[in-house]
């Protein structure tokens, strides 16, 4: 089945403890990417990639850091969590970056909670 | 980048049809019109994509203005299951710009 997994779907974490949120997909999509979605604020993408080895900033970048060292995987990394993180974080893949037809695929979603 | 105003809610009844209005007066003309929807603690599904023409798929039909200022995503007969945030969004057709900014999106609500 094509998909998107992230894992942990859920986690309770504390501030300045390293976590990695990791997200794959089986349809050998070039691009992917990372969104929080927070109350009144709606779905913010973090950072995104098109393809392997390369990475760019979204809109709230800060405090967050990827890499794509594989096609299929895109893992988040929070190298010193604080609780203005706390969010629901999706991943999502498409085909192709730059293609304005194409779909976006999103995962089951990560709830983060830093306390 | 091109806005979309949409209304923050709208209720419907089960097994009648809904339009749900999206604005867009600064679309430009390389612009698609993307529908997307997200069902309460999942992610975000795509349901629909156009560009000038309407759209019809198993999940829905877009109807797009002539002028193009304004489109609406039609579901033909709502069911609890459609209940969801709909966002329509535009995306435009190279690199970066493809990327999806969502807006606040409709709420949907479907009473039996």
């Known amino acids: 089945e094509a998909q998107v997994t992230q894992n942990p779907r859920y986690l309770i974490t504390v501030t300045g403890k390293k976590l990695t949120v990791t997200c794959s997909q089986n349809m050998n999509h070039e691009y992917m990417s990372w969104y929080r979605q927070d109350p009144g604020l709606g779905l913010r993408q973090i950072y995104y990639?098109?393809?392997?080895?390369?990475?760019d900033k979204g809109d709230v970048p800060e405090g967050y850091k990827v890499s794509r060292k594989e096609k299929r995987n895109f893992p988040l990394i929070l190298e010193s969590p604080s609780p203005n993180q706390t969010s629901l974080y999706f991943c999502?893949?498409?085909?192709?970056?730059?293609?304005?037809?194409?779909?976006?695929?999103f995962g089951p979603g990560t709830r983060l909670t830093v306390l | 980048d091109a806005k979309t105003t949409q209304p923050n809610s709208m209720e419907s009844n089960e097994e009648e049809p809904v339009h749900l209005p999206c604005n867009h007066s600064?679309?430009?003309?390389?612009?698609?019109i993307h529908w997307y929807r997200q069902l309460p603690s999942q992610g975000p599904e795509y349901v629909i994509h156009?560009?000038?023409s309407n759209v019809n798929n198993r999940m829905a039909s877009l109807a797009i203005a002539e002028d193009r200022k304004s489109s609406t995503l039609i579901l033909h007969r709502a069911t609890l299951r459609d209940a969801a945030v709909y966002y329509c969004i535009l995306r435009r057709g190279w690199g970066s710009q493809g990327n999806l900014i969502f807006g606040k999106g409709t709420k949907l609500s479907v009473k039996p």
């Open positions: 999502a893949s498409s085909l192709r970056q730059g293609v304005s037809t194409d779909t976006q695929y």
């Open positions: 990639s098109m393809n392997v080895e390369v990475t």
């Open positions: 156009g560009l000038t």
């Open positions: 600064t679309i430009s003309g390389t612009d698609y």
